[in-house]
C-alpha cells in the first residue's frame, strides 16, 4: 500500500511539474482567429504589447495580403489577462506596426517606422514618451546605415532594460527570406552605432535567423530560426554573450521540446526575472499563431536578482560569528519570509521592483533593520552588507523589594512622575499619553512649538525609563501646495520629533518615522482649525 501511495505521488508530482514548464495558450482574451505576434512584457510580467496580424487582402492595394496593428493588454488581481485592446497613436500609424522596447518605467517605447513631422516616412526606428495627453509625436533616432543595410520587409529589433544596447534582424539583399542578427550600441542623444552583423554560429550563411530578444541579465539573448536541429519549422534558441563588444556569442542551444513543437515558434520575450517566458506557435493557434507562455527550466531561464551576502558583526567582539535570522518583508506587504543566519552570514536573493524592509532576528541582540530599495530595474549584482548588532541590556523597573527604579538603578518616589509614566506602561495607558494633546505644528513649518516640546519631554522619559517600547510616529499636513512639497515637509517634521527624542537619550532603534503628506486628514481642510488639526504627528506603539 505505502509503495502504492508513493508511486501516485510521485506521478502526480511529475505531472504537475509537467504542465508548469508546459507551454500555456494565453487565452481568447489576447489570442484571435488572426495571427498574433511579437509579445513584449513589461519588466514586472503585468502589462504586454504584441501584434495582430490580419488579413487585408479586400482592402489594400494587390500583393498587400496582411497588414499588422499593435494591441495590448494588462493583468487583473486574480493574474488574468484582460480583453486586449487596440494601442492608441501613434502606435497603429502604418500598414506594417511593432513595438520593439518599452521602458522599465513604462513611459517610453520604441517602435517600427521612420517620422517626419509627425507622419510615417518608412524604414526606420522611432521613440516616443508618455505625457499628460498620451504618447508623443514620434521622433526617428539616428542608426547610422541602417536604411541602407535593411531593404527587405521584415525586420524588428530588441533593447536591454536600459536601453543601451540593440539586437536588429533585418537582411541587406532585396527580396530575401533569410535575415541575420545585427548589435547596435546607443552614443548618447538618439544616436545609435552602426548595426554590426553577430560572429559566429549565431548568423548562418543559408538560414533565416529572426526575433533577437536580450534578457534582463544583458547575456542572455534568445531568437528563432529554421536551422538544422530543431524540431519543426522554426524553433527557438539560447546563446549567451562572450565578449563586451557583443559580437561574440557561445553556440546556440535549442530550447527543448517543452518550449519547441514541431511547427513555427518565434518571437521569445520574457519578463525581467527571466523566469517565464512568452512566444508565438502556431501549434493548436486557433488562428494562424498564438501567443503561449510556459515556466522555464532552470537551464533555459536568464535570472536577473540581486544576492545579498550579509554579514552580522557583534558589536563588542567582531570575531564571534553568531547564529539566528534575518526576517524580510517587501515594504505594503504582511507575508514576513527568513532567512538563517550561519557563522554570522546570510545570504538572500532578490527580486527587482519591490523595497524590501529586512532585520535581524539574534537572541540576545537589538535588531538592526535596514532598507533595500530595488524599486527601479537594473542589472543583476551581488551586494555586499555588515550589520553590527547590540547585545540587549535588560531593564529593571524594580528592585528586589517592588520599588520603582530609574535606569541609574535608583529607587523613585511613588508620587514622582517617572513613578506615574511607568505606570502607565504597566497599566496598558500609554497610548493615551502618547496622542492625548497630540503633536502640531505652525503652517509651513517643521520646528516644534513649546509645548509640543513639553509633551515630547515625557514620551522621551518613558522610552529611557522602559526601552522595551518601540514607537512609530507619522507626520503630516494640510493640503495647502503642492503633493511633493507636502510630502517632503510631513518627513522632515517626522525627523524633527525624532530627532528631539535622541537628543534625549532615547535610542534610536525604538523610533520609526514616517512622513504620510497630506494623504491621511483627521479633520476637514476646508477651515484652519480642520488645516491645523492635519499638521500633526501621531504616535503608534509597536512594541511592548
Not at 517605447?109 to 516616412?121: I, N
Request: net charge negative; with cysteine.
Amino acid at each position: 500500500m505505502k509503495k502504492c501511495l508513493f508511486t501516485t505521488c510521485l506521478a502526480l508530482s511529475s505531472w504537475i511539474a509537467y504542465c508548469q514548464n508546459t507551454p500555456q495558450n494565453l487565452g481568447t482574451n489576447v489570442n484571435t482567429t488572426s495571427a498574433e505576434l511579437r509579445p513584449t512584457i513589461s519588466p514586472d510580467g503585468k502589462r504586454m504589447y504584441y501584434l495582430m496580424e490580419k488579413d487585408v487582402t479586400q482592402t489594400k492595394k494587390r500583393g498587400e495580403k496582411t497588414a499588422q496593428a499593435v494591441c495590448f493588454t494588462e493583468k487583473d488581481e486574480q493574474g488574468n489577462w484582460k480583453p486586449f485592446s487596440a494601442a492608441p497613436k501613434p502606435f497603429n500609424d502604418q500598414r506594417d506596426n511593432a513595438i520593439f522596447w518599452v521602458s522599465a518605467d513604462g513611459n517610453t517605447a520604441y517602435m517600427r517606422g521612420a517620422y517626419s513631422d509627425g507622419k510615417p516616412t518608412g524604414r526606420g526606428i522611432s521613440k516616443t514618451s508618455k505625457t499628460e495627453n498620451g504618447w508623443s509625436v514620434p521622433t526617428t533616432i539616428q542608426l547610422e546605415g541602417y536604411a541602407q543595410m535593411s531593404v527587405d520587409r521584415y525586420t524588428g529589433a530588441s533593447m536591454t532594460i536600459d536601453g543601451k544596447h540593440m539586437l536588429l534582424y533585418f537582411s541587406e539583399e532585396k527580396n530575401s527570406q533569410l535575415n541575420d542578427i545585427y548589435y547596435s550600441r546607443n552614443l548618447g542623444n538618439d544616436v545609435w552605432s552602426k548595426p554590426a552583423k553577430i560572429l559566429g554560429n549565431i548568423s548562418l550563411e543559408d538560414y533565416d535567423e529572426i526575433a533577437p530578444f536580450i534578457a534582463a541579465d544583458h547575456k542572455t539573448m534568445y531568437f528563432s530560426s529554421n536551422r538544422p536541429g530543431g524540431s519543426g519549422d522554426y524553433d527557438i534558441w539560447m546563446s549567451k554573450r562572450l565578449d563586451d563588444q557583443w559580437l561574440q556569442w557561445s553556440d546556440p542551444v535549442n530550447l527543448g521540446k517543452n518550449i519547441n513543437s514541431e511547427q513555427w515558434d518565434a518571437y521569445f520575450s520574457m519578463d525581467a526575472e527571466g523566469e517565464i517566458g512568452f512566444w508565438a506557435t502556431t501549434k493548436n493557434a486557433q488562428g494562424k499563431s498564438d501567443l503561449v507562455t510556459s515556466k522555464l527550466e532552470a537551464w533555459q531561464q536568464a535570472p536577473n536578482k540581486v544576492d545579498l551576502i550579509a554579514s552580522i558583526l557583534k558589536s563588542d567582539d567582531a570575531e564571534l560569528k553568531l547564529n539566528g535570522k534575518i526576517s524580510i518583508q517587501v515594504e505594503g506587504d504582511d507575508v514576513i519570509d527568513s532567512v538563517d543566519i550561519v557563522e554570522g552570514e546570510a545570504k538572500k536573493s532578490f527580486s527587482f521592483g519591490k523595497k524590501y524592509i529586512i532585520s535581524t532576528q539574534i537572541e540576545g541582540h537589538v535588531s538592526k533593520t535596514d532598507t533595500i530599495d530595488l524599486t527601479e530595474y537594473g542589472l543583476a549584482k551581488e551586494m555586499r552588507k555588515s550589520y553590527i548588532v547590540h547585545p540587549e541590556k535588560p531593564k529593571q523597573l524594580t528592585d528586589a523589594e517592588g520599588n520603582w527604579i530609574d535606569e541609574k538603578g535608583r529607587i523613585l518616589p511613588s508620587n514622582s512622575e517617572d513613578s506615574l509614566l511607568i505606570q502607565m506602561y504597566r497599566d496598558g495607558n500609554i497610548e493615551e499619553l502618547f496622542n492625548k494633546e497630540g503633536i502640531l505644528f505652525d503652517f509651513g513649518k517643521s520646528t516644534l512649538r513649546e509645548e509640543s516640546v513639553i509633551m515630547l519631554n515625557k514620551i522621551a522619559r518613558l522610552l529611557v525609563l522602559v526601552p522595551e517600547i518601540e514607537i512609530d510616529l507619522s507626520a503630516h499636513t494640510d493640503h495647502i501646495g503642492s503633493v511633493k512639497a507636502n510630502q517632503t515637509l510631513s518627513e522632515n517634521r517626522a525627523e524633527s520629533v525624532k530627532n528631539y527624542l535622541i537628543s534625549k537619550k532615547v535610542n534610536n532603534t525604538q523610533i520609526e518615522a514616517h512622513g504620510y503628506g497630506e494623504l491621511k486628514p483627521v479633520a476637514s481642510n476646508s477651515t484652519e482649525v480642520g488645516r491645523q488639526q492635519n499638521r500633526r504627528v501621531e504616535f503608534k506603539v509597536l512594541k511592548k
